[in-house]
């Protein structure tokens, strides 16, 4: 549950000009894990300053209309993983997948480069995080189950993508190849 919660951590380091990325590469929550005040000080240290990344955003638009979608990196991916095997993933093991999943994208469309995707997978593997779409996943459900996403606008699916860490942005109008060709990589 702990590393799960910190797919989240993770995020908001992706998403925000922040030390939280750096942080969570440190990894001494994973480490060191005791109840000792000092670990639970330092825990809730790392987990305030992630929440305070989300009061930031959405104190900057309330109204979810633009920049604030953002805080969804990673959750086209995850949403649908999360329906196609009946919430059979905890949702931090899924939004790990669809960080991934993001920057492979993003990658895949020349918007960041792929040692990008690198990183964010060896620090979510370092806290013991899922970063591929399980085998048992079919490849077309999960295209399906991301049709049924709420992000949609005018019919089109909606990806946050990378161009770099704290350098998120909203995208549509991506094409299904490129969004096969990502799920085709990360299966398995």
Not at 36 to 60: C, D, F, H, M, T
Not at 99 to 128: H, M, P
Not at 145 to 159: E, I, P, S, V, Y
Request: charged share 20%; net charge neutral.
């Amino acid at each position: 549950d702990l590393a799960a919660g910190m797919a989240e951590v993770i995020k908001h380091g992706l998403i925000a000009e922040s030390n939280l990325l750096e942080q969570a590469e440190k990894g001494f929550w994973a480490k060191n894990w005791d109840r000792s005040p000092s670990y639970i000080g330092e825990l809730q240290r790392l987990v305030a300053q992630a929440i305070q990344v989300k009061i930031n955003i959405v104190q900057a638009e309330p109204f979810e209309q633009g920049q604030r979608s953002i805080l969804n990196l990673g959750h086209t991916f995850a949403y649908a993983i999360e329906q196609v095997t009946n919430n059979a993933y905890r949702h931090g093991e899924a939004v790990s997948i669809g960080l991934v999943a993001a920057a492979n994208l993003s990658a895949r469309l020349r918007f960041c480069d792929i040692s990008l995707q690198k990183q964010i997978e060896g620090i979510l593997e370092s806290v013991n995080l899922p970063t591929r779409i399980p085998s048992e996943i079919k490849p077309d459900a999960l295209l399906q189950a991301m049709q049924r996403d709420k992000k949609k606008r005018a019919g089109q699916l909606r990806f946050i993508l990378l161009r770099g860490i704290g350098q998120a942005f909203v995208s549509d109008g991506i094409s299904v190849d490129a969004i096969k060709d990502t799920v085709s990589a990360l299966s398995g």
